[in-house]
């Protein structure tokens, strides 16, 4: 057996030295890829996603620190969106989306300085959200990119509907692998706000297509089957933030207003029709007593609302009273945040959930105007476009749908790579073609005007 270890020494040596040379090509192929075909990296994105929700427990390459598979994908399409740079003319918009990069640059680097990694890693899903709306504002999409990307959205919709269910069963069965979904003892939240949050997408871009008749006909079986979903997985915020989204479509595309109330009347009524039977039987106490109390919750002095509010008082007080530099561009990544509620008297270290206190606190006044005028312009475009789009299921009222419910969720929750679609393809279909405002200043229509020219 002494032959065995040269052989297995020159495999492992052979094996390192080929990778060497492959890796740094697949890597390049992949940012190659992903400079050209927006679609392809968008659909990663969400299977990406998709993957995460299914296996819970992310497998991680440990290198100094994690490396997940969405910091892979990320750092391609970073490195894409910083090629496209070159190519692409900036107007005011890419100034504003640079100057927020920008400010988070300023404080992780300041972070590297002095806490070391702990920086890299609170940066980490900040990058993910400025990258990825970068790379898709240096696009022209067209109406059947718009449309793969649709598809894509609604599948992973309804593959995340089938986990629930299975979830849910398994719950119901007792199961053992169920200890991997208990949530703070809220064992039936089987998703989480994040994972939640992207099937509340997929139900607005359902019902748009089920009330436009737009889309595969299986859209429209799926829309009444998210909204339960979405009820049963007792996320208060999402709930708001569906009926946020689902007001803003109704007023935005008027025609459907009778259609869209028949739509919410029949979801209601299919999921009493099956809800009542098992609620009736005893077989859902649980389910029962646990949407009880997250109803009840609300308003209360020891609610997660009312905790929040107090937290992000004492994360503000900080802020502003740190002085002119603080004040301008936040303290660095890996700060902490640690405050004092001074109501309940306790020590708190989590974050601040809420992506409004948290880029206050790490890039400043500098870093938040900048994201927020970002959101202002493309929310404007949108209810001010003019354009028809005919059987186009991404157009500008379900983003306008999907902006606005978005501005409301980030008052609670910080962003996550799959929040990118909503500002980065309305900031991309604002590109497409010169818009011309049916109000407003001269000035401000050249803008529109200027930012929607061929670059």
């Not at 312009?377 to 991404?394: D, E, K």
């Amino acid at each position: 057996m002494e032959w065995l270890f040269p052989v297995l020494h020159f495999v492992f040596t052979a094996t390192l030295f080929v990778g060497a040379f492959v890796l740094p090509l697949v890597l390049f192929y992949g940012v190659w890829s992903f400079y050209q075909r927006p679609t392809l990296a968008i659909r990663w994105v969400i299977w990406v996603f998709l993957l995460e929700a299914i296996i819970i427990v992310q497998p991680s390459l440990p290198l100094g620190v994690n490396l997940f598979i969405p910091d892979l994908l990320f750092l391609l399409i970073g490195a894409a969106g910083l090629l496209r740079l070159f190519v692409t003319k900036l107007r005011w918009p890419h100034y504003l989306w640079l100057i927020f990069g920008a400010m988070l640059a300023f404080s992780f680097a300041l972070g590297v300085l002095k806490f070391g990694s702990k920086s890299g890693v609170e940066l980490r899903p900040y990058f993910y959200f400025w990258a990825g709306v970068w790379y898709l504002m240096t696009f022209r999409l067209s109406s059947a990119d718009l449309e793969t990307i649709a598809r894509s959205w609604m599948f992973a919709s309804a593959v995340m509907v089938v986990i629930a269910c299975f979830r849910w069963l398994a719950l119901a069965a007792g199961l053992e692998i169920t200890h991997y979904w208990n949530e703070g003892g809220q064992s039936l939240r089987v998703f989480t706000s994040t994972q939640t949050f992207f099937l509340v997408q997929g139900f607005i871009i359902g019902l748009y297509a089920r009330l436009n008749k737009i889309g595969p006909a299986w859209w429209s079986g799926l829309v009444p089957i998210l909204f339960i979903c979405i009820v049963v997985l007792q996320h208060r915020t999402l709930w708001v933030m569906a009926f946020v989204s689902t007001a803003v479509l109704v007023l935005a595309a008027g025609k459907v207003r009778s259609r869209a109330l028949t739509g919410a009347l029949a979801a209601a009524v299919i999921g009493a029709v099956v809800l009542t039977p098992l609620l009736l039987g005893g077989k859902l106490d649980r389910l029962q007593q646990s949407l009880s109390r997250s109803v009840e919750e609300v308003g209360q002095q020891n609610s997660t609302m009312t905790w929040r509010v107090q937290s992000w008082q004492a994360l503000v007080q900080q802020w502003a009273t740190s002085g002119p530099l603080v004040n301008l561009a936040g303290f660095p990544f890996g700060s902490g945040f640690n405050r004092r509620i001074e109501a309940s008297q306790t020590e708190l270290t989590q974050s601040p959930h809420s992506q409004y206190v948290t880029m206050l606190l790490r890039t400043g006044l500098v870093g938040l105007l900048a994201m927020l005028a970002a959101y202002a312009f493309a929310i404007r475009g949108m209810w001010r476009w003019p354009h028809s789009r005919a059987a186009q299921v991404l157009d500008n009222k379900v983003l306008l749908a999907l902006l606005l419910g978005q501005v409301f969720f980030f008052l609670t929750y910080a962003a996550e790579y799959n929040m990118i679609l909503p500002l980065g393809l309305a900031l991309t279909l604002l590109a497409a073609q010169p818009v011309t405002l049916r109000s407003g200043s001269a000035g401000l229509a050249r803008a529109f005007n200027n930012w929607g020219a061929q670059a």
